[in-house]
Nanobody, 114 residues
Framework: QVHLVESGGGLVQAGGSLRLSCAAS????????MGWYRQAPGKQREVVAR???????NYADSVKGRFTISRDNAKTTVYLQMNSLKPEDTGVYFC????????WGQGTQVTVSS
């Protein structure tokens, strides 16, 4: 059973920064494509950033240039550095595989005030 635990969310003013972490059991991060998903209020969950097992990254247009996805050397944690946050970045952030083949974690709430 794979467990994903997200953390690092919070309340921040527009223009601020947050760094999210996703701790994954086992070595799944190192062998699979991983992604950060966002579920905004009243909207469907969407992928905002992804990283391949070879560390190639890709971003949704809405976050390109502001967010950076990365993995640690032990390859058990995925990070999302979020800079220049906007109110429209508000939502619950989850990590999972690409596609999302693991059980969802509880996510971490990010709220950006204007």
């Amino acid at each position: 059973q794979v467990h994903l635990v997200e953390s690092g969310g919070g309340l921040v003013q527009a223009g601020g920064s947050l760094r999210l972490s996703c701790a994954a059991s086992g070595t799944i991060v190192s062998i699979n494509n991983m992604g950060w998903y966002r579920q905004a209020p009243g909207k469907q969950r969407e992928v905002v950033a992804r990283i391949t097992s070879g560390t190639i990254t890709n971003y949704a247009d809405s976050v390109k240039g502001r967010f950076t996805i990365s993995r640690d050397n032990a390859k058990t944690t995925v990070y999302l550095q979020m800079n220049s946050l906007k109110p429209e970045d508000t939502g619950v952030y989850f990590c999972n595989g690409i596609p999302p083949y693991y059980s969802w974690g509880q996510g971490t709430q990010v709220t950006v005030s204007s």
